[in-house]
C-alpha cells in the first residue's frame, strides 16, 4: 500500500429553475424540537448559554461589534449573452456596526464578502424569503452547535434565524452556504454562498498583499439551457456521480478575467462546485505558492506544480506577477486527473473515461442546449467527467507597477498534535464510507452502511470533549469507489497520514502533489482506494455536529452523519 504523511428523494424530472421542486422536506418550527441539539454548551459567554427555548432569537446580553441581515431571496443576474439568469442570493443589510465591512461581489449574485477580526462578535440575521426551507452553516468557523447550521434548525418560508457567536478562529478565508438536509445542493447550485474573511494580528504582521491585491475567486460549474437558465437534476438516484457542469464560472461570471499589475497578489480560492474536484496549476509551469489552507496561514509558504481542491476546500496563493511584461496573459488551469470515479463509467454513472481535451471557459458542447438535450446525457449532471482539463480563469497583465512586498518566510506560528498525545493513539476512530442499495431510491452513499437521520446517533458517534483524537477516513468501497470530499464541523484538524491500496495507485498518484497538508483543515479529499488519517480536538463547545461528504449531492443523499462532542 502506497502511503503519503504530511510535515430524500425528491422530484422525478430535471428541473429548469425558475420554478419550484415538486417535493420540499419541511421540518417545521425549531421551536418545536425542545431540547434536541440543546444541550449546555462549555464557557460562559451569552452564546454558550443558550438553550432549545431561544435557538434563533436576539438576546440582550449579546453585544454585537456586526449587526447584519441575510435575506435569502430569488433574483436575476446576467451571467451569459441575451436572457439573464434566475438565481438565489444573500442580500445584505448593516444593522449596527462598520458597513465597510460587509461587501458585494462586484458584478456577482454570490456573496456577500463579511469581513471580521478574531475576537469579534457577530449577529446574523437569516430572513427566509425562498419558498422553501432553509438555514446557514459557518464552514470552518468554531461556533456553538446550535449557531453551526444543523439542518434541524431550518426555517420555513417567512421565518428568520439570528445567529450570534465570537470569531474565535485564526485568520484565513471561511464561507457559507445553506445546509437543509435534502436541498443543499439545490440553494447552493442556484447562488447561495458567501465569504466569511477573518483578519488578525499575526496576519497584520505578515505583510500580505491587502486591499485591491487581495482577491478572493469562487470557482463553480453550471449547467445552462438554451434560454440561459440553470438546469440542476434531481436527486432520484440518477446522480451518483454527484452533479456535473459544463460551463466554469468564477465569482458567478462566466469567462472570467482578471486585470492585475505587474505586483504580488493574494489570491483566496475556494471551490464552491458541488461535486467537482480540481487539479489547479498555472498554464505557463510556474509553480503555485500557497500561503493558507482551510484553517488560516501555513507557517511558511509550501510551492506545488498543482494544486487539489476539492468541493468545500479553500487555498491561499501568493500569486507574483511582477515577472510578466504588460500585455502578457496567463490562464489559471485544472489539468487533467485520473481515478476521480474508479468503476463508475463501467456502470453508466458519468464515469471519467474518455476525458479528452480541455473544457473552455465558454463551456462544451452542451452550452445552447435545451434542457431536455440536458436530460438525456449522463448520470453525472450532464456536464463533463471529473478530472477533465478546464480553464478557469484568464489572467491579463495590464499596468506597470513597481512591487515592493516580497514573499514573506515565515507566515505564522501554531501548536503541531502529536499522534503520542491522542487518548486512541492504538485505536483510531475510523469511519468507513459505504454504499448500499435503497428501496425507494436506488443507491445511497453512507459511513459505515448508515446513512443520515435527524436525530440519529449511535453510540460510537459520541466524542468526548477536548480529548485529542485520531480519526480515520477508510474509502476502499471497490467496485464503487469514487473520490468524496469530507468535512467536519466544529473543529479545526491536522492531516496526520495518507495510505491508498495498489490497485487504485494510479489515480492517487495523478493528485496526491497537489494535497496541501501542512496547515489546519476542516474539508479532505478522499480518493478511491485512500485512507486518511487526522488528528482532531473539540475545545470549544460540546453538543452535536455533524460530518459529512461535501460532494453535495451525497450529503443530501444521506451521506451525513450526527455526533456529539461531550456527553
Known amino acids: 500500500m502506497a502511503s503519503y504523511s504530511p510535515a430524500v428523494n425528491q422530484s422525478s424530472r430535471w428541473s429548469t429553475f425558475g420554478s419550484r421542486p415538486a417535493a420540499v422536506i419541511v421540518f417545521g418550527s425549531i421551536l418545536s424540537l425542545g431540547g434536541v441539539g440543546g444541550c449546555p454548551l462549555a464557557g460562559n459567554s451569552p452564546e454558550a448559554q443558550q438553550t432549545a427555548a431561544n435557538v434563533g432569537k436576539p438576546t440582550a446580553e449579546f453585544k454585537p461589534t456586526l449587526d447584519v441581515e441575510l435575506k435569502a431571496t430569488s433574483s436575476a443576474q446576467q451571467i451569459l449573452p441575451g436572457q439573464t439568469t434566475a438565481v438565489l442570493t444573500y442580500a445584505p443589510s448593516v444593522i449596527a ?16 464578502i463579511i469581513r471580521a477580526r478574531t475576537g ?8 427566509n424569503d425562498l419558498d422553501e426551507p432553509t438555514i446557514i452553516h459557518w464552514h470552518g468557523m468554531r461556533v456553538p452547535a446550535v449557531q453551526d447550521g444543523h439542518t434541524r434548525y431550518s426555517i420555513n418560508p417567512g421565518e428568520a434565524f439570528t445567529y450570534e457567536f465570537e470569531v474565535r478562529d485564526r485568520a484565513g478565508t471561511y464561507w457559507f452556504h445553506p445546509h437543509t438536509h435534502s436541498v443543499t445542493g439545490r440553494q ?26 487581495d482577491l478572493p475567486l469562487v470557482i463553480q460549474d453550471r449547467l445552462f439551457d438554451g434560454n440561459n437558465q440553470l438546469v440542476y437534476p434531481p436527486h432520484d438516484g440518477t446522480m451518483l456521480d454527484g452533479f456535473l457542469g459544463d460551463q466554469m464560472l468564477v465569482n458567478g461570471q462566466a469567462n472570467h478575467e482578471l486585470a492585475v499589475s505587474t505586483r504580488a497578489y493574494r489570491l483566496r480560492l475556494l471551490n464552491g462546485s458541488n461535486s467537482r474536484t480540481y487539479k489547479l496549476a498555472w498554464s505557463d509551469g510556474t509553480p503555485l505558492v500557497v500561503i493558507a489552507t482551510d484553517g488560516g496561514l501555513l507557517e511558511t509558504p509550501v510551492q506545488r506544480e498543482h494544486v487539489t481542491l476539492a468541493p468545500g476546500e479553500r487555498v491561499e496563493l501568493w500569486a507574483d506577477f511582477s515577472k510578466y511584461p504588460v500585455g502578457s496573459e496567463v490562464t489559471l488551469e485544472s489539468q487533467e486527473f485520473t481515478g476521480a470515479d474508479f468503476g463508475m463509467g463501467m456502470m453508466g454513472m458519468g464515469g471519467g473515461m474518455g476525458m479528452g481535451g480541455m473544457m473552455g471557459m465558454g463551456g462544451s458542447n452542451m452550452r445552447g442546449a435545451s434542457s431536455e438535450t440536458a436530460q438525456m446525457m449522463d448520470g453525472s449532471g450532464g456536464g463533463v467527467p471529473n478530472g477533465a482539463a478546464m480553464r478557469i480563469a484568464r489572467i491579463r497583465v495590464e499596468r506597470q507597477e513597481q512591487e515592493t512586498r516580497s514573499l514573506p518566510a515565515k507566515l505564522s506560528t501554531f501548536t503541531r498534535y502529536r499522534t503520542d498525545d491522542a487518548v ?16 425507494m431510491s436506488g443507491m445511497q452513499w453512507g459511513f459505515d452502511g448508515r446513512t443520515f437521520q435527524l436525530n440519529g446517533l449511535s453510540e460510537d458517534e459520541r466524542v468526548p470533549f477536548d480529548a485529542l483524537e485520531v480519526w480515520e477516513f477508510v474509502n476502499e468501497t471497490s467496485p464503487m469507489a469514487m473520490n468524496h470530499p469530507l468535512h467536519i464541523h466544529g473543529a479545526q484538524f491536522q492531516i496526520l497520514e495518507r495510505r491508498v491500496m495498489p490497485e487504485f495507485a494510479d489515480g492517487w498518484e495523478s493528485v496526491r502533489q497537489g494535497y496541501v497538508d501542512e496547515g489546519w483543515k476542516d474539508t479532505f479529499l478522499a480518493m478511491p482506494g485512500e485512507r486518511v488519517k487526522l488528528l482532531i480536538r473539540f475545545s470549544d463547545f460540546q453538543g452535536e455536529y455533524v460530518y459529512h461528504c461535501h460532494n453535495l449531492e451525497h450529503a443530501d443523499g444521506g451521506m451525513m452523519r450526527n455526533f456529539r462532542v461531550g456527553p
Do not use: C
Open 97 to 112: 456596526g462598520d458597513a465597510a465591512r460587509v461587501a458585494s461581489l462586484p458584478g456577482s449574485y454570490l456573496g456577500p
Open 424 to 439: 486512541n493513539a492504538a485505536n483510531p476512530r475510523t469511519f468507513s464510507i459505504s454504499v448500499g442499495m435503497q428501496m
Open 188 to 213: 447552493v447550485y442556484r447562488g447561495l454562498a458567501g465569504l466569511l474573511l477573518v483578519s488578525d494580528d499575526e496576519e497584520d504582521a505578515a505583510g500580505l498583499p491587502a486591499g485591491d491585491f
Open 120 to 127: 469579534d462578535r457577530l449577529r446574523v440575521r437569516l430572513a
